[in-house]
């Protein structure tokens, strides 16, 4: 039995966007590639030892190709076509970004994988499992083990490789977490749809509207951050117990200050706040605009929204979003159209 604990591939990323990143890192730490699909973000305060991080987690749909054995990445494909221990002893440009040692574990080795009444049934069907702990995981990784399993459900062909914990990794100027938040209210007089947004006081994009939101603190959990911010701006209020992590934006050309990463969040607000809606801290204006309305304007083509139209071939003179605001807006319409007002992520007022 190894003493140290295990974590899920993973490493900080630099100013790229964090699916790009998480494919870099699991290149450089196993020599495997693939496609990456976003799971969930978590940023709670986990040593306060260390500086706080937030994780992007991602589950890695990985390349076909990767599974032929090479005598370089010591794969070792069974006839059954089970996998074993790959990796054995790669060679590191750096040993802090390319841990010595990494393996293929059984999913029931997992903590939080099984439920406790599945874990005592595999345990029966299989004894030899009594002979072994579960493995050892560091951080919250294994927190995400059951989210991981639900999304897995219907999927096929897909590994989870776990590595060695890596100390003291470099630091490569870490891009800043933002967070956005979208609150839809839905009027009673005429059941039409408003969003809330405001209108920036401060450079870059000064007099673009845009969502509520701003910089996430140090040791501050990101959806905290989204609702903070919220208040600052709009006096608007809410609770983590009605927020939904909509998706992430991260790419390079999002902010012309430095590379963000921005957390999209939807909000069921609490209709206290609406009496007391209006603009505070760097917002110069705050404003419910009709959701169908907005979608009017020249960033998606100045026409009834087209979901194939890119905001980003209009002239920047002409947008009225700050950032990569309208696409995101334009992400979060499918989502409402799907599934967002049909679960009611909406405030009737």
């Given at each position: 039995k190894q003493s140290v604990y295990k974590s899920i591939l993973g490493d900080f990323i630099g100013h790229e966007d964090p699916a790009d990143a998480v494919l870099r890192i699991l290149k450089h730490q196993t020599n495997l590639t693939g496609k990456a699909n976003f799971l969930t973000i978590k940023g709670s305060l986990r040593d306060d030892r260390e500086p706080h991080n937030v994780t992007f987690y991602f589950i890695i749909e990985v390349d076909a190709e990767c599974f032929v054995t090479k005598s370089e990445q010591m794969l070792k494909m069974n006839q059954d076509g089970s996998i074993e221990t790959v990796l054995s002893e790669q060679s590191a440009i750096d040993q802090r970004i390319n841990p010595s040692w990494a393996w293929w574990y059984n999913v029931t080795e997992l903590p939080n994988w099984l439920t406790e009444s599945e874990r005592i049934q595999f345990e029966n069907e299989n004894p030899v499992s009594k002979e072994y702990d579960l493995v050892e995981i560091a951080f919250e990784h294994s927190h995400v083990f059951p989210l991981a399993r639900k999304w897995l459900e219907n999927q096929k062909n897909f590994v989870i490789p776990i590595v060695n914990i890596i100390k003291q990794p470099l630091n490569r100027g870490n891009s800043a977490l933002t967070t956005d938040i979208i609150v839809i209210r839905k009027r009673k007089d005429n059941n039409k749809n408003e969003i809330a947004l405001i209108e920036r006081g401060n450079?870059?994009?000064?007099?673009r509207k845009a969502f509520p939101g701003g910089f996430v603190n140090?040791?501050?959990e990101p959806s905290h951050g989204a609702l903070r911010e919220l208040m600052e701006e709009?006096?608007?209020s809410?609770?983590?117990?009605?927020?939904?992590?909509l998706e992430y934006k991260g790419s390079i050309e999002r902010d012309p200050?430095?590379?963000?990463?921005?957390?999209?969040y939807v909000l069921k607000a609490d209709p206290t706040s609406f009496a007391n809606f209006s603009a505070d801290d760097d917002a110069a204006d705050a404003r419910w605009y009709d959701l169908n309305e907005v979608f009017s304007w020249p960033d998606f083509g100045g026409k009834e929204a087209d979901e194939e139209f890119n905001p980003l071939t209009v002239d920047l003179k002409k947008r009225n979003f700050a950032f990569d605001h309208a696409i995101i807006l334009q992400d979060f319409r499918k989502w409402w159209e799907k599934e967002g007002e049909s679960n009611a992520w909406f405030?009737?007022?």
């Open positions: 450079l870059p994009f000064k007099g140090y040791k501050e709009t006096h608007l809410g609770s983590v117990e009605n927020i939904h992590l200050r430095q590379h963000t990463v921005t957390c999209v405030v009737e007022a």
